[in-house]
């Protein structure tokens, strides 16, 4: 089992930043892709940035590509998420998320999930 906490959410003006942290603990998981999602309310999750643990592979969704940034670090067992040039319609939960095979898009490749973190952005 890997639990998975994220951190670092709030509320902040347009154009402003934000770093969510996820910190992993139990299982090692060195093998695993990681990944953020979110969901605004009356929203479907969706995908925002994947990353291979090993490699540093990264993927993007196209609405955050170029003011996002994944990232981790190994040696603290935690995932990043730099959010720059932030939007009002990037306002969501955003989650944290892990599996033992590939880093994916979607959503149902994941087997372990934060609890959530919020992102307000106002405008």
């Known amino acids: 089992q890997v639990q998975l906490v994220e951190s670092g959410g709030g509320l902040v003006q347009a154009g402003g930043s934000l770093r969510l942290s996820c910190a992993a603990s139990?299982?090692?998981?060195?093998?695993?892709?990681m990944g953020w999602f979110r969901q605004a309310p009356g929203k479907e999750r969706e995908f925002v940035a994947a990353?291979?643990?090993?490699?540093?592979?990264?993927y993007y969704a196209d609405s955050v590509k170029g003011r996002f940034t994944i990232s981790r670090d190994k040696s603290k067992n935690t995932m990043y998420l730099q959010m720059n040039s932030l939007k009002p319609e990037d306002t969501a939960v955003y989650y944290c998320?892990?599996?033992?095979?590939?880093?994916?898009?979607?959503?149902?490749?994941?087997?372990?999930w934060g609890q959530g973190t919020q992102v307000t952005v106002s405008s």
């Open positions: 139990g299982r090692t998981f060195s093998t695993y892709g």
């Open positions: 998320a892990a599996n033992n095979r590939v880093i994916a898009r979607a959503s149902s490749e994941y087997d372990y």
């Open positions: 990353i291979s643990w090993r490699g540093g592979i990264t």
